[in-house]
């Protein structure tokens, strides 16, 4: 089963005073383990950072004011996106954003229930614990010492590996392309691939093993 871990930065919090979209990240996972389908990019939010966004993910206007608009990424995206589960941390956020972005230019909007919420996982897991993405790396164990601002791929690749844990697979499952089915295989019509060659010791090989062994048991190997 194909999922994607996705991620966003803005230019602020909140869609109803006008912020914008400026970074997507997004990791595909084929049955929890990641491929190596990515997508990302920047993007011009066509307004100003604001100054608390500004100290989250640094990405300036200057930086910005150069990268492609939403529109010219759009296609590519929802393409990326299409069919899968979206895993992210704290929904509603980045959503609400995205919702937004595709509002904007008359695109169909992405339903809620093709979303898994980290967060609302953590919640219900962990009550009263703390559910950050920084806490649950820290719980379980998920080295984020990389994370010295939020970066949407850098998330993305931290989310992927606490939702395994969130969901208590610890490990990804292999899923191999090719599987045997024993019951229509005729096991006689397969060359046995062991060897049926006995290799006799040598009577003195055998006296040296006999010496070896007693040096050996009169050691003390506690």
């Known amino acids: 089963m194909k999922e994607i871990v996705l991620d966003t ?19 595909e996972l084929d049955n929890l383990i990641p491929t190596k389908n990515v997508f990302h990019c920047y993007l011009n939010p066509e307004r100003k950072v604001s100054e608390s966004a500004l100290k989250v993910h640094g990405y300036t206007d200057e930086f910005l004011s150069s990268k492609k608009k939403f529109i010219d990424v759009v296609d590519d995206f929802l393409k990326f996106i299409d069919g899968k589960k979206i895993i992210i941390h704290n929904a509603d956020f980045d959503i609400s954003h995205l919702n937004n972005e595709l509002s904007l230019i008359n695109k169909k909007t992405i339903s809620k229930e093709n979303v898994i919420d980290t967060l609302e996982i953590a919640r ?8 950050s993405l920084d806490a649950l790396c820290k719980r379980f164990r998920v080295d984020n010492t990389r994370r010295k601002t939020h970066t949407a791929l850098l998330d993305c690749e931290l989310l992927s590996k606490v939702y395994i844990n969130l969901i208590d697979q610890k490990e990804p499952i292999f899923q191999f392309k090719k599987q045997i089915d024993l019951g229509k295989v005729n096991l006689n019509n397969h060359k ?11 009577k003195e090989e055998f006296e040296l093993h006999k010496i070896f062994l007693k040096k050996q048991l009169k050691k003390n190997f506690y």
């Open 124 to 131: 219900n897991k962990f009550p009263g614990a703390g559910i």
């Open 9 to 27: 930065e803005t230019t602020g919090l909140s869609v109803k005073d006008g912020h914008r979209i400026v970074e997507i990240g997004c990791i």
């Open 192 to 202: 046995k691939v062991y060897s049926k060659k006995i290799i006799k010791i040598s």
